[in-house]
């Protein structure tokens, strides 16, 4: 008991005058055994798999085993081994190696389960699922921002997700998954609100501007965003896995960057080339594309002339479908803001939405046909045959909006609009920006959404 009390105590001092000497400790140590495990895919989802994780510069040869799932315990002799790639991450907190290995030769439409390690320590056994060539229809979660308060706040988001769809392939994440891209912790807290959800089922990611930082002129990607991931290296020269695309089943999903796209006309110009050609020898059904900066933004004066007159042209061109987006932490769905909120059956439609709790108000813009202000949020978007279908929940799991997109003969898309039918949007201001709003100030806001529910009868 006296040993333990000691401990307790040297942990205790340790952790109070580190704090007073400005010295924080290192919440999310690095370790000989695998953590920050995630899937991903760098190549064709039905016949791979790429997972990546972290431990401690202890471990300096590591390696992924997989086999055919099986409900018995005694596995099968047949137990693949590939041996991962590790590379050195220094960041402000530690010094860890990051591994990734590519599952290769699978079948589609299989489970599969994995372990990560290197021989000593091992993680627990993982499962997942290959895509299914017969396009037998597949769903995922669709997050904006996470950003902030991971560990306490967004993991809500994540879990409750996951509670309501369980059987979803993957996850989709348009951007900001963290708010200062240099701090460790922060990426411990994103890893820490998924957990073993990361492990089961794998993301895609797109890049928001809180994924970068600048050094001195240069504008650089988070340390973090290569190591953590594999994603697909098919995109423009310099934008590798953060440019991309990835045909799952019959759908072509399309990540752009969009913090690379404002900060560089070059970037812009390159990527707007890449995407024509990807949108032009898109041979699937759907299509749907993750950018971080909306084509038409939800909260206040925000405006993204450069991406839209770039990028919006060549959705309508090539029938992009939906596009999913983050940013404006608000959340709104609607069409072309040419055509007002009337123009239903060409598409795309273009989705702003937000995850984590940092809040921001609405400008009830004329694109919108739904919107809702202080509010966490996911989606769950199926795909079938002919059918796309859209439904946002908040964070405590009651259905917020929805649509079903149908496929024509044409190429266009029947809307029908789903949302719970007389349920008043919610449209609270967030009370860090209520403090600072005058009287006027709060009337005129509620004078706006008048104007847009008028709009909508």
Do not use: C
Not at 63 to 88: H, K, M, Q
Not at 164 to 179: C, K, R, S, V
Not at 391 to 415: C, E, M, P, S, W
């Amino acid at each position: 008991m006296k040993t333990l009390f000691f401990s307790l105590f040297l942990t205790f001092n340790f952790l109070y005058f580190s704090t007073l000497s400005g010295q924080n400790p290192d919440p999310y140590p690095p370790t000989p055994s695998p953590d920050r495990i995630v899937l991903s895919w760098v190549a064709d989802p039905g016949h791979t798999q790429a997972v990546s994780w972290r431990t401690s510069t202890d471990v300096e040869r590591a390696w992924g085993e997989i086999t055919l799932a099986d409900a018995s315990p005694d596995f099968p002799n047949r137990i693949d081994t590939v041996v991962a790639e590790t590379r050195l991450l220094q960041t402000d907190l530690n010094t860890a190696h990051y591994h990734s290995v590519n599952f290769t030769g699978l079948d589609p439409g299989k489970m599969y389960m994995y372990r990560v390690g290197n021989g000593i320590q091992y993680s627990e056994w993982f499962q997942f699922k290959t895509a299914d060539k017969k396009s037998q229809g597949f769903s995922f979660l669709y997050f904006g921002d996470a950003q902030n308060d991971l560990k306490s706040m967004w993991s809500r988001a994540i879990r409750q997700g996951y509670s309501t769809a369980p059987n979803i392939d993957f996850m989709l994440h348009a951007g900001d998954l963290i708010n200062r891209p240099t701090r460790d912790n922060e990426w411990g807290e994103w890893f820490y609100a998924g957990g073993w959800i990361f492990g089961m089922k794998a993301s895609i990611a797109t890049p928001g501007n809180h994924e970068y930082y600048s050094e001195g002129d240069q504008y650089l990607l988070a340390n973090h965003w290569k190591p953590s991931f594999a994603f697909p290296e098919n995109g423009p020269e310099g934008h590798e896995e953060t440019v991309y695309f990835l045909d799952y089943q019959n759908t072509r999903f399309i990540s752009l960057n969009t913090p690379m796209a404002k900060s560089s006309p070059a970037s812009l110009e390159a990527q707007k080339a890449w995407l024509d050609a990807t949108l032009r020898e898109n041979p699937n059904k759907w299509t749907i594309v993750t950018l971080h900066h909306p084509i038409y933004s939800t909260a206040g004066t925000r405006d993204n002339p450069e991406i839209r007159e770039a990028f919006q042209p060549l959705f309508e061109q090539y029938h992009v479908d939906l596009v999913l987006q983050g940013h404006d932490h608000t959340y709104g769905r609607g069409f072309n803001k040419q055509y007002g909120s009337g123009f239903k059956d060409r598409g795309p439609v273009y989705v702003v939405s937000v995850s984590g709790p940092k809040m921001y108000t609405l400008n009830f813009d004329p694109w919108l046909d739904y919107t809702a202000s202080n509010t966490q949020l996911y989606q769950i978007i199926s795909v079938k045959d002919n059918q796309l279908v859209y439904d946002a929940y908040t964070v405590t799991g009651d259905r917020y909006d929805g649509f079903i997109l149908k496929k024509q003969k044409n190429g266009n898309n029947r809307f029908l609009d789903t949302a719970p039918y007389g349920q008043e949007e919610r449209i609270e201001i967030p009370a860090v920006y209520r403090s600072r709003m005058s009287p006027e100030d709060i009337q005129l806001y509620r004078k706006k959404f008048q104007t847009y529910k008028d709009r909508k009868k």
